[in-house]
């Protein structure tokens, strides 16, 4: 069974000045830690599966209550064929598993992108999980599969077209309500594994003021201590924020 965002007590996160409300998890290296094994890449995306469930109940211990996955990118559908209906066959196993779990253990799932294009099946998979888990108010998990930045910015201006909004009453605060991630706040930390230093389309509104950090740890090693590594780096950031706020004065 998959324990995802286990709520017992909370001591590591009593020695940072700051930690993130909400943090996206940019899960890059599957395939390029299969090939280092002699394994598929298709396999490698199955381990980083694997992944997750530690790396959610590390989150939970540091009580980050939000948590963005990028699963899959409107650019990936470039990828080969097979690799891409593989993991579409282990997205719809793993919704499988765990939505049970996810009710249970009030998680809240958030599909951030779109559904066009997906496998109907996979698709109901998806719709039934969200309205499954909607009344869960511990955690929530935004999982971003089909997901594009640039896209989600054109939707929602296209959006706020038709509602028949005039310019001048678009402010930030409206135009964010039209988002995939409307009620979630910002992105405060933004965490990169595979080593690449961009933000590849990945939420380009929400992570316009996060911490960025990347990490050369493949997504199927990345532990509770690289998550806390990440942290120190969070916290380190705004540590020397106010410091330099304070010489400023």
């Given at each position: 069974?998959?324990?995802?965002?286990?709520?017992?007590?909370?001591?590591?996160?009593?020695?940072?000045?700051?930690?993130?409300?909400?943090?996206?998890?940019m899960m890059?290296?599957?395939?390029?830690?299969?090939?280092?094994?002699?394994?598929?890449?298709?396999?490698?995306?199955?381990?980083?599966?694997?992944?997750?469930?530690?790396?959610?109940?590390?989150?939970?211990?540091?009580?980050?209550?939000?948590v963005?996955?990028?699963?899959?990118?409107?650019?990936?559908?470039?990828?080969?064929?097979?690799?891409?209906?593989?993991?579409?066959?282990?997205?719809?196993?793993v919704?499988?598993?765990?939505?049970?779990?996810?009710?249970?253990?009030?998680?809240?799932?958030?599909?951030?992108?779109?559904?066009?294009?997906?496998?109907?099946?996979?698709?109901?998979?998806?719709?039934?999980?969200?309205?499954?888990?909607?009344?869960?108010?511990?955690?929530?998990?935004?999982?971003?599969?089909?997901?594009?930045?640039?896209?989600?910015?054109?939707?929602?201006?296209?959006?706020?077209?038709?509602?028949?909004?005039?310019?001048?009453?678009?402010?930030?605060?409206?135009?964010?309500?039209?988002?995939?991630?409307?009620?979630?706040?910002?992105?405060?930390?933004?965490?990169?594994?595979?080593?690449?230093?961009?933000?590849?389309?990945f939420?380009?509104?929400?992570?316009?003021?996060?911490?960025?950090?990347?990490?050369?740890?493949?997504?199927?090693?990345?532990?509770?201590?690289?998550?806390?590594?990440?942290?120190?780096?969070?916290?380190?950031?705004?540590?020397?924020?106010?410091?330099?706020?304070?010489?400023?004065?």
């Amino acid at each position: 069974m998959m324990l995802l965002f286990k709520t017992h007590e909370l001591p590591v996160a009593t020695e940072f000045a700051y930690l993130p409300r909400h943090i996206g998890l940019m899960m890059d290296g599957n395939g390029r830690w299969a090939q280092q094994r002699g394994l598929t890449r298709l396999e490698g995306h199955r381990y980083g599966t694997q992944n997750v469930r530690r790396v959610l109940d590390a989150c939970a211990r540091y009580d980050i209550r939000i948590v963005t996955l990028y699963v899959f990118s409107t650019e990936n559908w470039g990828r080969p064929r097979e690799e891409v209906e593989g993991f579409f066959k282990l997205l719809a196993e793993v919704i499988d598993r765990e939505t049970e779990n996810f009710r249970r253990q009030g998680v809240r799932l958030i599909h951030s992108g779109s559904l066009d294009g997906v496998p109907p099946l996979l698709a109901d998979k998806v719709r039934r999980a969200i309205e499954i888990t909607r009344e869960n108010r511990d955690y929530v998990l935004n999982v971003a599969f089909n997901y594009g930045g640039r896209m989600e910015i054109l939707r929602a201006v296209q959006k706020i077209l038709a509602d028949g909004i005039p310019a001048h009453a678009v402010t930030e605060e409206l135009f964010e309500r039209y988002l995939f991630t409307s009620g979630l706040g910002n992105l405060d930390l933004v965490i990169r594994t595979g080593g690449d230093q961009r933000l590849s389309n990945f939420f380009l509104w929400q992570a316009a003021q996060s911490v960025f950090y990347s990490t050369p740890i493949y997504w199927p090693d990345f532990d509770e201590h690289a998550l806390r590594e990440a942290l120190l780096a969070y916290n380190r950031f705004w540590l020397d924020y106010d410091a330099a706020k304070v010489k400023e004065q």
